[in-house]
Nanobody, 123 residues
């Protein structure tokens, strides 16, 4: 059974920082591309960032470039999302996702998902 568990969400003031973690089990983690997505109230789920299986390449959405960093520790089967300079518009449920193969940015490209962790940015 594949299990992805996100932690680290919470309430933070605008301009602050937060680090999300996603611990994976049930997969050979080092073979999987990992992604972060978010879904704000009343909005579609959207891509945030992705990282290749070895961590050699990353891709961030335009809305978070320069503010968010995705990285991974394959020895710990964990992928992280460091969020800096948070804005109220970053408020959303954040989801970790996993896939094998090419780096993808679409929701449909990821067969495995965590349950999400809530991030609320106050202004």
């Amino acid at each position: 059974q594949v299990l992805l568990v996100e932690t680290g969400g919470g309430l933070v003031q605008a301009g602050g920082s937060l680090r999300l973690s996603c611990a994976a089990s049930g997969i050979t983690f080092s073979l999987y591309q990992m992604g972060w997505f978010r879904q704000a109230p009343g909005k579609e789920r959207e891509f945030v960032a992705a990282i290749t299986s070895t961590g050699g390449s990353t891709y961030n959405s335009d809305s978070v470039k320069g503010r968010f960093t995705i990285y991974r520790d394959n020895a710990k089967n964990t992928v992280y999302l460091r969020m800096n300079s948070l804005k109220a518009e970053d408020t959303a449920d954040y989801y970790c996702a996993a896939r094998i193969g090419n780096l993808r940015v679409g929701v449909n490209g990821y067969p495995y998902w965590g349950q999400g962790t809530q991030v609320t940015v106050s202004s």
